[in-house]
């Protein structure tokens, strides 16, 4: 008996939020340091996405951008006490400076039929993603993976819960399948690399 899109949806959104715990864990540990400009455009872009999520949008995506709001300003809030105090380079200027341009776009867009407001909340969140992508690949032994690949597999099963697939119920479980495999991949690479135990790939 197949399972219903619903139930693979739910499941999705569950390992998504969970994505957050092992990440909580690791600042605390020491052993992540998120960088705050990204967490700070995400926390910001995920209100977006969540406003902009039309009425008509499945009760799937609904749930999966709620969760997009809350993980990253619980991150974010974490960054103040526990990440690094350094202060932002032309990079993650540039990147908060365009990010913030986007969502206020998006203000004034944020009316518009169609996808038009998800796609300038995507360029907005891509902005955030800027940095934290320098950091994974230049750095990668200073971020843990699980939590990222925890996310990819989140929304790669959320495609399949979607229920009507068009371009606005696809554009953001999508986007985020991409972002966090272009994210958890230097990661992972890193450690089979290096032979590093499953173990220490957790947190």
Same mark, same amino acid.
Request: with cysteine.
């Given at each position: 008996?197949? +399972? !219903? &899109?619903?139930? +693979?949806?739910?499941?999705?959104?569950?390992?998504?939020?969970?994505? %957050?715990?092992?990440?909580?864990?690791?600042?605390?540990? *020491?052993?992540?340091?998120?960088?705050?400009?990204?967490?700070?455009?995400?926390?910001?872009? *995920?209100?977006?996405?969540? $406003?902009?999520?039309?009425?008509?949008?499945?009760?799937?995506?609904?749930?999966?951008?709620?969760?997009?709001?809350?993980?990253?300003?619980?991150? =974010? +809030?974490?960054?103040?006490? &526990?990440? !690094?105090?350094?202060?932002?380079?032309?990079?993650?200027?540039?990147?908060?400076? %365009? *990010?913030?341009?986007? %969502?206020?776009?998006?203000? =004034?867009?944020? !009316?518009?039929?169609g996808i038009l407001p998800i796609f +300038?909340?995507?360029?907005?969140?891509?902005?955030?993603?800027?940095?934290?992508?320098?950091?994974?690949?230049?750095?990668?032994?200073?971020?843990?993976?699980?939590?990222?690949?925890?996310?990819?597999?989140? =929304?790669?099963?959320? $495609?399949? *819960?979607?229920?009507?697939?068009?371009?606005?119920?696809?554009?953001?479980?999508?986007?985020?399948?991409?972002?966090?495999l272009f994210v958890a991949y230097p $990661?992972?690479?890193?450690r089979l690399k290096m032979k590093i135990?499953?173990?220490?790939?957790? %947190?």
């Amino acid at each position: 008996m197949p +399972i !219903e &899109k619903e139930t +693979i949806g739910i499941i999705a959104q569950m390992i998504v939020a969970s994505s %957050i715990i092992p990440y909580v864990i690791s600042i605390f540990r *020491g052993t992540v340091k998120p960088n705050r400009v990204s967490w700070f455009i995400w926390s910001i872009v *995920g209100f977006t996405f969540w $406003l902009v999520t039309p009425d008509t949008a499945d009760t799937i995506t609904k749930m999966l951008t709620f969760t997009f709001m809350i993980n990253p300003t619980i991150v =974010f +809030i974490l960054t103040l006490f &526990k990440g !690094e105090n350094t202060h932002p380079d032309r990079l993650e200027k540039f990147s908060l400076t %365009i *990010g913030l341009f986007a %969502i206020c776009v998006w203000y =004034f867009a944020r !009316e518009s039929a169609g996808i038009l407001p998800i796609f +300038i909340a995507i360029v907005a969140d891509f902005c955030a993603l800027i940095p934290t992508l320098r950091f994974v690949y230049t750095s990668p032994q200073e971020e843990a993976p699980l939590a990222w690949i925890l996310f990819f597999v989140g =929304f790669s099963l959320a $495609l399949f *819960g979607v229920e009507n697939y068009n371009l606005l119920n696809l554009a953001l479980p999508s986007y985020m399948l991409f972002g966090s495999l272009f994210v958890a991949y230097p $990661l992972v690479r890193y450690r089979l690399k290096m032979k590093i135990p499953l173990r220490h790939w957790l %947190i």
